[in-house]
């Protein structure tokens, strides 16, 4: 997509730990690694919330002993990033279970209604927020909802790179 002011981008779980440490060792394929150096290169800042953040991490710890690594690599990057002002993180006053969406969300995308509750919740005049996701079947059916209601984007790794 082809934004032409800066941007908030709100990765879903799967690109989020695809980009920083799956599609890194090769476990998977993906474009989601090149959505987060776009992330950086640009004016655009990785917005999170703690329920992100824990379903990130808690994902990670049915990894074993390797989880903890994984974990820690993930916090290393986020710190990183936040050292140059690429981080939002949300308030703990915002309340993520109480943004009313304004439309009904599909049964097979109630696992990611935090991913999409951050993005209401940073959503304000004047600012693009966009949704970096890697499964669009669950994604495409609120896609144009979400544009429409709130004005977020919903974009695949390539889309968001590649205008």
Not at 36 to 59: D, F, M, P, W
Not at 85 to 99: D, F, N, Q
Not at 130 to 148: D, G, Y
């Amino acid at each position: 997509m082809n934004f032409s002011n800066p941007v908030e981008v709100v990765f879903d779980t799967s690109a989020l730990l695809g980009a920083v440490i799956f599609e890194n060792e090769r476990k998977e394929k993906g474009e989601a690694k090149e959505a987060l150096e776009y992330l950086n290169a640009q004016c655009h800042k990785l917005v999170l919330s703690r329920e992100i953040v824990e379903e990130s991490t808690g994902r990670l710890w049915i990894e074993g002993t390797r989880g903890f690594t994984y974990i820690q690599k993930l916090l290393d990057l986020l710190d990183e990033l936040e050292r140059k002002g690429k981080v939002i993180r949300l308030p703990k006053s915002v309340k993520i279970e109480s943004i009313a969406l304004g439309f009904q969300i599909p049964k097979e995308i109630e696992h990611d209604i935090h991913v999409i509750k951050t993005a209401v919740a940073v959503k304000r005049k004047g600012i693009t927020v966009c949704i970096v996701h890697k499964n669009s079947r669950h994604f495409e059916p609120i896609k144009e909802e979400l544009r429409k209601k709130h004005g977020i984007f919903v974009s695949t790794p390539v889309e968001y790179v590649d205008p």
